[in-house]
Structure formats: C-alpha cells, structure tokens
C-alpha cells in the first residue's frame, strides 16, 4: 500500500482549494465578459461548483441587468439594449423580412423569432406587437 506525504496531500488538494467556489443559483459569462461566449457558467449548488452550459443556437452570454448575479442569453449586440418588458415584439427589418425580436419576459431581453415561410413582419398598430403577412 503506498503511503502519501502530508507534502504530497497538500499538492493534490490544491487545484480544489483554488477552483472557484459558488452558492444558490448564480449564473456569469465565462471571463466575465458579455456579448462573446455562447456558453455560460451555472452554479450547481449541490457541489458549489461552476458548470458550463450552453445558450441556444445564435445567442451569446450576457450579464442579467434585471437579476444581479445570474447570466442569461441574447442575440449578439442586444446586451443591455434589447431590454423588454411583457411579451412585447419588434420587426428586425419591417416589411422586409420575417425575422422579429420577441421579449422573453424572464431575462427582458429579446430572442429571434420568425413568422412563418414566405411571410413578413410588420409592426402592430400599438408600435410593441408584430404581425406576419
């Protein structure tokens, strides 16, 4: 059987005693650093450790502006301007094409939405709601 230093001990306890420790359900951008990774960090709270997860196809980690201490997902260049409220909705290029910015009432940041094949979106009457003709 073999026997370890209390030297060694320390060696191998290290790398834990430095890995980044986490409570509760926060949630950051790798680095730090909003608007370029598509992946976040999420607390697993069982072990207090940081899990990366990944953000849906397009979008980009951001700092939650209406939950401090949590991470969310957005269409890059929309960090802290495509805040929204609601299920509120705008045209990306009215008239034009049927790609449109819906809110997602838990983040208040807009993800991309489409209408339906062949059809192009315009803005509702009341300036926050879309429609696809």
Do not use: I
């Not at 260049?77 to 819906?102: H, R």
């Not at 979106?121 to 709601?129: D, F, I, R």
């Amino acid at each position: 059987m073999a026997r370890l230093s209390f030297a060694t001990l320390l060696l191998l306890a290290a790398p834990l005693a430095n890995a980044a420790q986490c409570t509760g359900n926060q949630s950051m951008c790798p680095n730090g650093t909003d608007g370029v990774s598509p992946t976040y960090l999420q607390c697993d709270s069982w072990s207090g450790t940081w899990q990366t997860q990944s953000c849906e196809a397009g979008q980009v980690c951001y700092a939650n502006p209406n939950k401090p201490g949590t991470a969310m997902c957005g269409l890059p260049g929309t960090g802290g301007q495509g805040q929204c409220t609601g299920n509120s909705a705008k045209c990306v290029s009215p008239g034009q094409t049927g790609a449109y910015l819906q809110c997602n009432a838990w983040s208040g940041q807009y993800q991309s939405a489409s209408c339906p094949s062949g059809l192009k979106c315009y803005t509702g009457a009341n300036g926050s709601s879309v429609f696809c003709n």
